[in-house]
């Protein structure tokens, strides 16, 4: 196995003899045969190790035996007590989110390279398992990756049985864990009935899994490659959102597996409930964690989701500039000048100091110069054509709780310029 681990990382991680490690340590056979390997391979490597507190004495003892290890072995041994006694839902999702984050805090503390975790290939096969059970796309049939962020995974392609006869051989001591033979977890129970019964049916079961595994990463790779470029001829990238034409997306076939493949790295997963949207009215909308999809009249929007906040930004009397949100220039003239959908022209004295910038809000309206009445901003959007982030992104100069101006689209006629005008102000947008 020594000899196997070697060529496996020299064609695979050539650099890892030359980076600073991080092996995150439980003391159990896996870990422990890899800091064994490690060592017979003078990587420069120490140990982090995480006390869950799960086992009470015997968590500590884990704990010691991995400071003893590391002391007779010239290591360092970093560990951190965890309590999980308030967690709710699953302990073991807590503790792995828990882990990684101090693994990670303390690679950048003390600048190591990469983190190493012993995962092999029977935690790969238990994975593709629990992911084939649960329903889950190509991605969750391709098994733990060897690198991930920072994270390197040297055993992979070794299983239980070969790790086992190499601590065997090399009488290495490790930890045993009672709670891995608790099939209550679902872990255990693929590891100690399914896995087994696998196995006994094909003797070459593992070595043919890594090969498939290793073919449907293949083919993951080249669906990624081919979803990028498909986002390339659909997608059209607006200031704050992205566009999709309704017509190309409806004759895409089989249109399931399409909505999957662009939609998914943003949060949605359903097809259907996609092709319920592009079948609705102007204005629905889908969320995720992350983004929106809206249905517009010929397209349908991915937008990231905003935190809801009404940022209100405002202009003293005699300022003559703003830079943010939006840049303006002011500055008093004595007559009009040339007109633009940029540039405004107010009566100043009809101001209520200070201005202010802001967005639209239920219920605003506005008296548009060259219409009769009033107008809810909701229907001049909607007669304007505004989709739902355009809208989102209109800013609105207000005097009080009056709109002055639907800025570069529409002036409110109540703050014009007469012939009775005696300050005329000019408003820029830059």
């Known amino acids: 196995m020594l000899e196997k681990f070697k060529i496996h990382c020299n064609s695979i991680f050539p650099f890892l003899s030359k980076s600073k490690l991080l092996l995150a340590c439980s003391g159990g056979l896996d870990s422990m045969v890899l800091a064994h390997i490690l060592l017979e391979c003078k990587m420069n490597f120490d140990l982090a190790h995480c006390n869950f507190k799960l086992r009470g004495l015997e968590s500590d003892k884990d704990e010691a035996f991995v400071k003893a290890w590391g002391k007779a072995h010239g290591k360092k041994v970093y560990t951190r007590p965890f309590d999980l006694s308030k967690v709710t839902g699953s302990v073991q999702l807590k503790a792995r989110q828990l882990r990684y984050e101090w693994f990670f805090a303390l690679g950048d503390q003390y600048h190591y390279d990469w983190i190493l975790t012993a995962h092999h290939l029977n935690d790969s096969v238990e994975t593709f398992l629990i992911n084939l059970s649960r329903g889950t796309g190509l991605d969750g049939l391709t098994g733990i990756p060897e690198i991930q962020n920072k994270v390197i995974r040297p055993l992979l392609p070794f299983s239980r049985t070969e790790i086992m006869e190499y601590a ?3 009488e290495i001591k490790w930890r045993e864990d009672a709670s891995n033979l608790d ?3 679902l ?3 693929v590891r100690h009935d399914i896995v087994p019964e696998l196995e006994a049916l094909h003797p070459t079961f593992l070595a043919n899994f890594f090969k498939t595994q290793q ?3 293949h083919s993951d790779q080249l669906l990624e490659d081919y979803k990028e470029l498909l986002q390339q001829r659909l997608f059209e990238q607006g200031a704050n959102a992205i566009h999709i034409s309704l017509e190309k997306l409806t004759s895409l076939h089989p ?16 097809s259907e409930d996609i092709e319920k949207l592009l079948g609705s009215t102007s204005g629905k909308a889908l969320r995720s964690d992350t983004h929106r ?4 009249r010929t397209t349908l929007i991915l937008a990231p989701i905003k935190q809801e906040e009404r940022p209100c930004f405002f202009l003293d009397e005699g300022q003559d500039h703003l830079e943010y949100p939006v840049q303006l220039r002011l500055e008093e003239v004595l007559s009009l000048g040339s007109f633009s959908k940029n540039i405004l ?3 100043k004295e009809k101001l209520n100091y200070p201005l202010k910038i802001r967005k639209w809000e239920i219920g605003d309206y506005f008296y548009p110069l060259g219409m009769e009445g009033r107008k809810k901003l909701s229907k001049f959007f909607k007669d304007e054509k505004f989709d739902t982030i355009a809208k989102e992104e209109q800013w609105l100069l207000c005097s009080g709780n009056e709109v002055v101006w639907v ?5 409110d006629k109540r703050f014009k310029v007469t012939g009775d005008t005696k300050e005329i102000l000019k408003i820029t947008v830059l």
Request: proline share 2%; hydrophobic share 30%.
């Open 168 to 170: 065997k051989e090399r």
């Open 183 to 185: 099939t209550k977890y």
């Open 187 to 189: 872990r255990n129970k």
């Open 215 to 217: 073919y449907l990463q």
């Open 255 to 270: 249109k399931a597996g399409y909505f999957f493949l662009l939609f998914r790295e943003y949060g949605f997963t359903n």
């Open 293 to 296: 999809l809206i249905k517009d």
């Open 345 to 347: 022209y107010v009566d």
């Open 407 to 411: 800025m570069g689209k529409r002036p």
